[in-house]
């Protein structure tokens, strides 16, 4: 399952945004991964998501494939765009 996500957080994802999207794809038992141009990260990867750079208004696509997929997308949407 994918959806595509305009990252709506003013700062953008710093540092610690980046731990709190970690932490809650990590929650999730279903592979989770962020994909912005060419590149696909595991978001339950802090180097990997922090190597995405992302910034306010930026598109991301969030692919997650598993038992949970569906509340996991629904999840990090709703974090990721929030304003």
């Not at 595991?42 to 949970?68: C, H, Q, R, W, Y």
Request: aromatic share 4%.
């Amino acid at each position: 399952m994918k959806k595509s996500v305009t990252i709506g957080l003013d700062a953008g994802l710093e540092a610690r945004p980046i731990a709190h999207l970690v932490q809650k794809a990590s929650q999730f038992s279903s592979k989770i991964y962020l994909e912005m141009d060419t590149k696909r990260v595991n978001a339950k990867s802090i180097m990997g998501v922090m190597s995405l750079v992302l910034v306010n208004g930026t598109e991301v696509v969030v692919d997650a494939e598993g038992p949970d997929e569906k509340e996991a997308i629904t999840t990090l949407e709703a974090f990721l765009s929030a304003k």
